[in-house]
């Protein structure tokens, strides 16, 4: 199973960003699917957490300017980011717990991807 991230890049404090994150491979289902992120010299940080049933949780630190959805069809997970501000500068990382069957699954990680917010 792979996941790719895309849609990060530069922008301006106050703008939006959309980061989505697809999954292909062995998958039997998917169950919960996060973005996380890590800013240079900090821990990585949970960000965003949407299960399988389309419930979404967030700290914090994005509630009301972030917000997670997922096409099961797809296999993939978005991530609209609103109101951003230089604080929100990280590598972006999705997570996704992937079953493989009714029996097994993993925990897979995306790549990252860079989202910079210019002051």
């Known amino acids: 199973v792979q996941l790719q991230a895309s849609g990060g890049g530069l922008v301006q404090a106050g703008g939006s960003l959309r980061l989505a994150c697809a999954a292909s491979?062995?998958?039997?289902?998917?169950?919960?699917m996060k973005w996380y992120r890590q800013a240079p010299g900090k821990q990585r940080e949970l960000v965003a957490t949407?299960?399988?049933?389309?419930?979404?949780n967030y700290p914090d630190s994005v509630k009301g300017r972030f917000t997670i959805s997922r096409d099961n069809a797809k296999n993939t997970v978005y991530l609209q980011m609103n109101s951003l501000k230089p604080e929100d500068t990280a590598v972006y990382y999705c997570?996704?717990?992937?079953?493989?069957?009714?029996?097994?699954?993993?925990?897979?990680w995306g790549q990252g991807t860079l989202v910079t917010v210019s002051s």
């Open positions: 997570n996704a717990y992937v079953n493989h069957n009714r029996w097994i699954g993993s925990d897979y």
């Open positions: 949407i299960t399988s049933g389309g419930m979404t």
């Open positions: 491979g062995r998958i039997f289902s998917i169950k919960d």
